[in-house]
């Protein structure tokens, strides 16, 4: 399965609000998607997982949605620490599991 | 809190061979499947491969099967993964990471640690 996320960038300013997709080339199996978020020089965080499970510690402001091949990861009131780049991932009980390409949320 | 330190990487020639090693604290290791995964500027982030909690389950990568060997040691908390016939595809920065389930493994990442470099290069 492949994963799309768009956009590649999106540029917004701080207190707005952010929507990133990721769509899949097939139907994600139960919802089997995670989201990560990734700042320079760090490694990936898990966001949410199961489409819509917040992992722990993830502020509410982050929400994430979708189901079959469409998903959602939405960032409200950007804060300066949201800026970062975010994948999405397809799990499942077997390997292999896949990453998308990533969208970049940039100051504007 | 949670920790998972790699360490190992550096500059090989191609063809050679490079064992990476994480060690993590904080952690149930032994309850955890335990992941390889790497990440390049042109391939982005790439599975490599995992093993079960117990050892008994190894799964890898088309790219890196055959090539690439993933174990563990419960008692001393720490992953490893040993990589033969290096080419320059498997330069990246190599992450260890938890699953988020106990005794399973669903690919999904939990943990991470800060990452190792692998640069090969004639």
């Known amino acids: 399965t492949v994963l799309a996320q768009f956009p590649g960038t999106l540029s917004v300013s701080p207190g707005e609000s952010a929507t990133l997709s990721c769509r899949a080339s097939?139907?994600?199996?139960?919802?089997?998607l995670a989201w990560y978020q990734q700042k320079p020089g760090q490694a990936p965080r898990l966001l949410f997982y199961?489409?819509?499970s917040r992992a722990v510690g993830i502020p509410d402001r982050f929400s994430a949605s979708g189901s079959g091949t469409d998903f959602t990861l939405t960032i409200s009131r950007l804060e300066p620490e949201d800026f970062a780049v975010y994948f999405c991932?397809?799990?499942?009980?077997?390997?292999?599991?896949?990453f998308g390409q990533g969208t970049k949320v940039e100051i504007k | 809190q949670v920790q998972l330190v790699e360490s190992g990487g550096g500059a090989v020639q191609p063809g050679r061979s490079l064992t990476l090693s994480c060690v993590a604290s904080?952690?149930?290791?032994?309850?955890?499947?335990m992941h390889w995964v790497r990440q390049s500027p042109n391939k982005g982030l790439e599975w490599v491969a995992v093993?079960?909690?117990?050892?008994?389950?190894?799964f890898y990568a088309d790219s890196v099967q055959g090539r690439f060997t993933i174990s563990r040691d419960n008692s001393r908390n720490t992953l490893y993964l040993q990589m033969n016939s290096l080419t320059t595809e498997d330069t990246a920065l190599y992450y260890c990471?938890?699953?988020?389930?106990?005794?399973?493994?669903?690919?999904?990442?939990?943990?991470w640690g800060q990452g190792t470099p692998v640069s090969v290069s004639s």
């Open positions: 990471a938890s699953d988020l389930y106990s005794k399973s493994s669903w690919g999904v990442f939990e943990y």
């Open positions: 904080a952690f149930n290791f032994n309850l955890y499947g």
């Open positions: 093993i079960s909690y117990d050892g008994r389950n190894r």
């Open positions: 097939h139907t994600v199996t139960n919802n089997y």
């Open positions: 199961g489409a819509s």
């Open positions: 991932q397809k799990y499942s009980a077997l390997p292999p599991w896949t």
